[in-house]
């Protein structure tokens, strides 16, 4: 199953508010009539030669940054070997839509029985830095569209009503470029509500001409990744794995998501939809 996924480390944020990781730069723009000035003038002009300047104090230079840090975010040795499905753009927001699920006890000590069963046939995996149901696929947003865009959500998405959903059911799942596995516990019920949700949401894509949803979707909580296409390997030992979720503790474990709000992570923000009661 091929699928979207993007992952990173933000800061919560209200609608109505939009920060972001570093100050814009101001531009200098030199008088280009200079060679029309007077002679006093244009002496006096001279003498504000730029490689003059007083340096920066260095409290300021720290908020901006050289372009090499831009280039860095790129290097996927500092991701986990990770690999950006775009290219980083200053200005460009990697944004997608999801229905937030906070791990209960249970649910991580299962985890880490999968994840040991998985390293004793060669498979390591990194548990997801948090877990969520995708309602979106990873877009790419303008920074002046994060306002609209999280507004348009917000309307589209002001009617629905909380309900809950559940998943017990292993599968695997590969991104696009094949360049990472996922575990993933695939829903069973709450589809038929989660579907109205994605419409709410494509619709706020196709107002800003960006990608729908997938048009069958196996909605899921990823459990964890590994680099690279491996999804043979660990298909073969599914059946092996599910049975640690059927016969976990007391009986079938049972991923029960809370679907009480709606969020948008778009670059360094996140956007909270609280669904009615």
Known sequence: MLVGYSSSSEEDGELGSVSTTRASRRSVVEDEGNQDL??????????????ARLPLPGCLL?????????????????????IRSFKHERGNWATYVYVPYPPEE??????????????????????????????????????????????????????????????????VYCNAERTRTFLGMEVSTGHAQLLDLVRA?????????????????????????????????????????????????????LLRLPCAEVCCRTGNKTFRFPLKP
């Open 106 to 171: 249970e649910f991580e000590e299962l985890l880490e029985e999968l994840l040991s069963a998985l390293g004793s046939h060669g498979l390591i995996l990194t548990w997801q830095e948090e877990f969520h149901l995708s309602l979106s696929q990873t877009v790419v947003l303008r920074h002046h569209w994060i306002q609209p865009f999280a507004q348009s959500l917000q309307a589209g998405l002001s009617n629905y009503r909380r309900f809950v959903c559940s998943a017990a059911t292993l599968k």
């Open 38 to 51: 007077p002679a006093k003038k244009k002496a006096r002009t001279e003498e504000l030669d730029p490689k």
């Open 62 to 82: 720290s908020m901006f940054p050289d372009d090499d840090d831009d280039a860095q975010t790129g290097d996927s040795s500092l991701h986990g070997g990770r």
């Open 201 to 253: 949401v494509d619709k706020t894509m196709t107002e800003f001409r960006l990608d729908t949803f997938y048009k069958d979707p196996s909605f899921h909580v990823s459990l964890a990744w590994c680099v690279g296409d491996q999804m043979e390997k660990m298909k073969e030992i599914l059946h092996e794995l599910q049975s640690l979720v059927d016969n976990h503790e007391e009986g079938t474990f």
